[in-house]
């Protein structure tokens, strides 16, 4: 079974040497094939990315010329990852246990298309808090998600789900989002989490990410957001 794992990389994170050698050897134990993708997203990583990518030989360093966001920088990451069995994504900051990679994959074994690990207590700030819980009411109303499904940044994913994810005419991709328009079998599962870790979020980023996740999947959304990206030139910028 091939798996690749797609991890946005962005502020040099100190975690992310730590969490490749994690991974492959949680792979190299069970003797699994896995690919893994670090998307530099401009952020001051290059040179931590490119180490790693050079170190071992399933490393693969995609280096974004400018910040793309978090969503974006993981569509590409699994455009990289085009022919894994599966794909796993997750944060650059170690809070996202790899041993679950085991309980995800058996989800997707049992004939889920997707599936969502998501942390018991939400960690951090408290506008980080209520973006999530925003994020959450938005899927509720907006979007295909299944009744009772959690979401999150830890995910699984079949390689034939995520060779169906396109970005919107304008080049913006939510992963979720995209997914649940075409109707996956979804599945998740609460964890304990560890200690809460710093986010390279900021009120105003978050703000911004989930106007676009409204304007680009919502009818009334598109509606408004269509004429504001017309007159600001018809592209998405981060």
């Known amino acids: 079974m091939t798996v690749g794992v797609a991890i946005p990389v962005f502020g040099g994170r100190d975690a992310i040497g730590g969490i490749v050698d994690g991974l492959l050897g949680f792979a190299g134990a069970r003797g699994l094939d ?5 998307v530099d997203d401009a ?3 290059r040179s931590a990315v490119l180490r790693l990518a050079e170190r071992h030989d399933s490393v693969t360093a995609l280096l974004m010329e400018r910040n793309v966001g978090q969503q974006r920088a993981l569509y590409e990451g699994l455009r990289a990852l085009a022919g894994c069995d599966a794909i796993i994504t997750m944060d650059d900051d170690g809070a996202h ?14 004939g889920a ?24 009411a938005l899927f509720a109303l907006c979007t295909n998600k299944p009744r009772g499904v959690r979401v999150g940044a830890y995910r699984a994913m079949t390689g034939s789900l995520a060779a169906r994810l396109t970005p919107e005419p304008d080049g913006f991709i939510y992963l979720s989002a995209a997914a649940f328009r075409l109707r996956p079998r979804t599945d998740s599962f609460l964890y304990e989490p ?13 703000a911004r990410l989930y106007l676009d ?3 680009h999947y919502t009818e009334i959304g598109r509606m408004f957001g269509g004429r504001a990206r017309r007159e600001r030139g018809g592209l998405w910028q981060p």
């Open 34 to 38: 896995m690919r893994i993708a670090l």
């Open 194 to 206: 560890g200690p809460a870790y710093p986010t390279s979020y900021t009120p105003g980023k978050l």
């Open 213 to 215: 996740l409204f304007t």
């Open 113 to 136: 298309e997707l599936c969502y690990a998501v942390s018991v207590r939400r960690a951090g700030p408290w506008w980080r808090k209520g973006g999530a819980l925003l994020r959450d």
């Open 43 to 45: 952020g001051g990583g």
């Open 97 to 110: 246990p790899v041993a679950l990679i085991d309980e995800l994959l058996a989800r997707l074994n049992a």
